[in-house]
């Protein structure tokens, strides 16, 4: 069984691969936390868990999702972390979350996606993320050849600087950039809803027709980068910088 969460599109892109090539299932993290749905899966076997890396980590709201839900006969766990540049050591903390969770762990692939933290960098445009795609691809096919053949993703070599990121930089971020108090919509909205449809927090409810965001947010980026009309900004940090996501590619 392949499960991903994305916020937009990579991690989507990728576990489609995955489960394409594998013939396996494919089941969407967003639409579980989404309806609140923890009812048990049937993995019976293997499991590959694929998403975003949010500072340094798989994102908490996954972590959390996947400690309350029961993952029957899962065994072999590989997990896939999409990320703009690193995922530092993400895999000491999946390795834990196997533990905990009776999973054989079998290792954390970094593959390297299009940026689309517009909140606080930069993300790419169209032309840059394709070439940026194209470079993921031969590392997609090798971490679809370890799963299909059983074997572990190799160790990553790890620096000082990946485990503070990890360890000592990921608490701090949480409370201090994972927000949703600067969101806000122009007169250019139209009232679609694709931003409410598409929160996987239902953090955003439109009232006359316009968005309004609550407090759980993950800062996924599908509001602002979803948007047809770009009416959505975040304070000052993403004015005029490009919007995001995989399937405008
Ligand atoms: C809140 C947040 C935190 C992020 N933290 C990291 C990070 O620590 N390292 C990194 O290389 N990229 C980071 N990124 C970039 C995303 O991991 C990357 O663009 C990913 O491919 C997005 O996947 P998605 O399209 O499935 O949501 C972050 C993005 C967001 C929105
Ligand atoms: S997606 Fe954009 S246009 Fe549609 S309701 Fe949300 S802010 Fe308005
Ligand atoms: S409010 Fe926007 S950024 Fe926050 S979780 Fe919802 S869709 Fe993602």
Same mark, same amino acid.
């Given at each position: 069984? =392949?499960l ?12 489609? %691969? ?5 013939n ?29 890396? !949010?500072a340094? %980590? ?19 766990t ?9 995922i530092?050591? *993400?895999?000491? !903390?999946?390795?834990?979350?196997? %533990? ?30 394709? %070439? ?11 971490a ?14 790890k $620096? ?6 990890s360890?000592?930089?990921n608490?701090?971020? !949480?409370?201090?950039? =994972? $927000?949703?108090?600067?969101? &806000? ?13 598409l ?5 955003? #409810? ?11 947010? &993950? ?9 047809? #009309?770009? *009416?959505?900004? !975040?304070?000052? $940090? ?12």
């Amino acid at each position: 069984m =392949v499960l991903y969460f994305t916020g937009t599109g990579n991690s989507r892109h990728i576990a489609e %691969r995955i489960a394409h090539a594998l013939n396996d299932t494919l089941i969407s993290l967003n639409d579980r936390i989404k309806s609140g749905d923890i009812t048990p899966l049937a993995v019976n076997g293997r499991l590959v868990l694929v998403m975003p890396t !949010y500072a340094w %980590r798989i994102p908490r709201i996954v972590r959390d999702h996947l400690l309350r839900t029961e993952l029957r006969g899962a065994r072999e766990t590989w997990f896939v972390m999409d990320c703009g540049s690193e995922i530092g050591n *993400a895999a000491k !903390y999946n390795r834990a979350l196997c %533990r905990k969770k009776g999973l054989v762990y079998m290792g954390t692939a970094q593959i390297v996606m299009p940026e689309n933290f517009i909140a606080m960098f930069n993300a790419p445009t169209v032309e840059e993320a394709r %070439r940026i795609v194209a470079k993921a691809e031969p590392f997609i096919d090798r971490a679809i050849a370890a799963i299909r053949a059983g074997h572990m993703f190799s160790p990553p070599h790890k $620096k000082l600087y990946d485990r503070i990121a990890s360890s000592a930089v990921n608490p701090v971020f !949480y409370p201090l950039f =994972v $927000k949703a108090n600067s969101f &806000t919509a122009s007169d250019v909205c139209i009232g679609c809803g694709k931003c409410e449809k598409l929160c996987p927090l239902n953090n955003i #409810t439109l009232q006359n027709a316009r968005p309004v965001w609550g407090t759980n947010c &993950t800062q996924c980026m599908a509001c602002i980068c979803y948007c047809p #009309t770009r *009416a959505i900004e !975040y304070g000052k $940090k993403s004015a005029g910088k490009p919007r995001y996501h995989f399937e405008e590619l």
